[in-house]
């Protein structure tokens, strides 16, 4: 069964605590992307990875960290230095970095810190 | 910087009229554009981009450089268009905007039977 994978669906967490998001994908894409989906304000894009070890900061990338350390694989950390954690986070991968490629998203994590 | 504005959070029409989705865009070069759709329960998924001028599930879009405009349209719609809408841009220029997707904010279509 090819496609991308985020889990868990649902995630909760004390304020202050780091908290690391998973996504697979077998897709065999060059390049992955994190966002954020909040109520009003579309998709904000987190950090882009277009090649293994390799990220950029996003639009909104304070209080985050990722890593690529494989293909498959660009875990997403939301640190106790993000002021609003609390979101649905959308990971995406496409086959090559060019933003012209289709992305194809994950079912999505949402996390919810109190 | 590139910016995607969409105007209408919610849009309601019923089933077998007509429905356009604005998309507004501010772009300095020359822009890839798309419009990607979220059905209920279902991933975000991409509907159509204005490369491949091409009519998907009946939308349509076209690019329209002198407005800026990427606007969705459908002459009938149906109860099964009913879905979040996103339209998309990215720069095809290098640097910092390489491999960046910016979307709007989204509009919430419903289709009344």
């Not at chain 2, 070069?29 to 490369?51: A, T």
Request: charged letters at 20%; aromatic letters at 12%; proline letters at 5%.
């Amino acid at each position: 069964d090819g496609g991308i994978t985020q889990s868990p669906k649902y995630l909760f967490r004390k304020e202050g605590q780091n908290v690391t998001l998973s996504c697979e994908q077998n897709l065999n894409h060059d390049a992955m992307y994190w966002y954020r989906q909040d109520p009003g304000q579309g998709l904000r894009l987190i950090y882009y990875s277009q090649i293994v070890n390799d990220f950029q900061k996003g639009d909104i990338a304070e209080g985050y960290s990722v890593s690529r350390e494989k293909k498959e694989s660009f875990p997403l950390t939301v640190t106790s230095a993000q002021k609003n954690p609390t979101a649905f986070y959308l990971c995406a991968s496409s086959l090559h970095p060019r933003g012209r490629w289709e992305q194809y998203f994950g079912p999505g994590t949402r996390l919810t810190v109190t | 910087a590139q910016r995607v504005t969409q105007p209408e959070k919610l849009l309601s029409v019923f089933k077998g009229a007509p429905v356009e989705l604005k998309c507004n865009y501010s772009y300095s070069g020359s822009p890839e554009l798309f419009w990607y759709v979220q059905y209920s329960r279902q991933r975000l998924q991409l509907l159509l981009r204005h490369i491949s001028r091409e009519s998907i599930k009946g939308f349509t879009a076209d690019l329209n450089k002198g407005e800026t405009s990427f606007h969705l349209k459908k002459p009938f719609a149906q109860e099964e268009d009913s879905a979040m809408y996103y339209c998309a841009l990215s720069g095809n220029a290098g640097g910092t905007s390489y491999g960046k997707l910016t979307f709007g904010q989204g509009t919430i279509l419903t289709v009344h039977p």
